[in-house]
């Protein structure tokens, strides 16, 4: 019988092998550490949500279909986890509505969530949300704490899109479904108190990568531009051996198997992965609105959002970027029991409002 582990190497080594851009993969056979290659630790209190995480079984992605795969817990589990051992509430803050809706996608229609801010008179300026999980994971109710938190600091209606998922629907369908979500916007929103003049994009790791791909397919097609960008921890190219990579390779939650694992379910073949529209470092990024990049320290895809703020920089596009140290990937949402993420979300906000104004 071939051992568990080993069949996860092997995995990996077929799916690096996929793709001439990616390295070979080590597998890390007694599953994912919480401390990265490089050996920094995370904050405190980001450590106990790892910790948490893991106590609730969490096993690693490149092990598992994604079927089995999308039952694992996820980072908003372990902060449910640690609210809990706090004696503290798991329902959200109250000070933001929801309203489930259906919108146009790619090939139809598609699910999405309203968050309205509470006390706010409209028309509400408008941000189309998408959320992380490799374009294979998560839903609008794993990224919710996100979407609120946008909410509430951008005073802002956020429509939070639940684009298809691969590899059911493999690339570009998110891709597809993020810009019939844009172009939705842009003609409904008036009909939810929302103001169709004042539209921006946003997303989390694939979500980022959908945010400021979904900018530049509107500028393609003309359509009206985006007021702001924001785009937490992009996925912005498909190397993974960069130094980040390396420093990560064994980071949680995510990290270079993961990662890896991700593309292989997602893309059809080897050009998919090498797509601008996935590699963004690699498209042409002139004439984009303004761009806010928020990252993570302990994060495989550190340096590839680095290289994309000097790429948007060098096309002349406004960036503002923000590192956040001693905090892992998917921290953003967790404001209820991380620091550092509320710090980013009133970043984010700010940002977002600024541009409302223009």
């Not at 995480?53 to 986890?81: I, M, W």
């Not at 509400?124 to 992380?132: A, D, M, Q, T």
């Amino acid at each position: 019988m071939t051992k568990p582990w080993l069949s996860a190497c092997l995995t990996l080594t077929a799916v690096a092998a996929s793709f001439p851009t990616m390295l070979a993969i080590a597998a890390e056979p007694e599953g994912q550490r919480e401390i990265p290659a490089s050996g920094k630790a995370l904050d405190a209190d980001n450590q106990a949500v790892i910790d948490a995480v893991k106590g609730l079984g969490q096993r690693p992605y490149h092990s598992l279909s994604p079927t089995e795969a999308r039952l694992q817990p996820s980072f908003a589990d372990g902060v449910k986890v640690v609210l809990e051992k706090q004696g503290r509430s798991t329902v959200p803050p109250a000070g933001v509505t929801t309203q489930n809706i259906q919108i146009e996608g790619g090939a139809g229609m598609i699910p999405a969530r309203l968050y309205r801010p509470e006390g706010v008179a409209g028309p509400l300026p408008v941000i189309v949300y998408f959320h992380g999980g490799g374009w294979v994971l998560a839903t609008v109710d794993t990224y919710d704490a996100s979407a609120r938190g946008l909410a509430r600091e951008a005073k802002a209606l956020v429509v939070s899109v639940e684009y298809r998922k691969a590899p059911e629907d493999k690339f570009p369908s998110q891709h597809d479904d993020a810009f019939a979500a844009y172009r939705w916007a842009l003609t409904r929103v008036a009909a939810f108190n929302g103001d169709p003049r004042r539209v921006a994009l946003a997303g989390e790791s694939a979500g980022g990568n959908l945010a400021i791909a979904t900018a530049i397919a509107a500028r393609d097609a003309r359509l009206q531009k985006p007021s702001h960008v924001l785009a937490v921890y992009p996925i912005a190219g498909s190397d993974l051996n960069t130094p980040s990579y390396q420093r990560n390779a064994n980071a949680m939650p995510l990290n270079r198997a993961a990662m890896a694992w991700f593309l292989h379910h997602d893309t059809r073949g080897p050009a998919d992965a090498v797509d601008p529209r996935i590699n963004l470092i690699a498209a042409d990024l002139r004439g984009l609105p303004p761009v806010t990049i928020i990252q993570a320290s302990v994060d495989p895809l550190t340096s590839e959002g680095q290289v994309l703020a000097d790429r948007l920089r060098a096309a002349r596009v406004p960036v503002t970027t923000r590192l956040f140290e001693g905090v892992s990937h998917e921290f953003f949402g967790a404001d209820a029991v991380l620091r550092k993420a509320g710090e980013a979300q009133r970043l984010a906000g700010a940002q977002l409002r600024a541009s409302f104004k223009k």
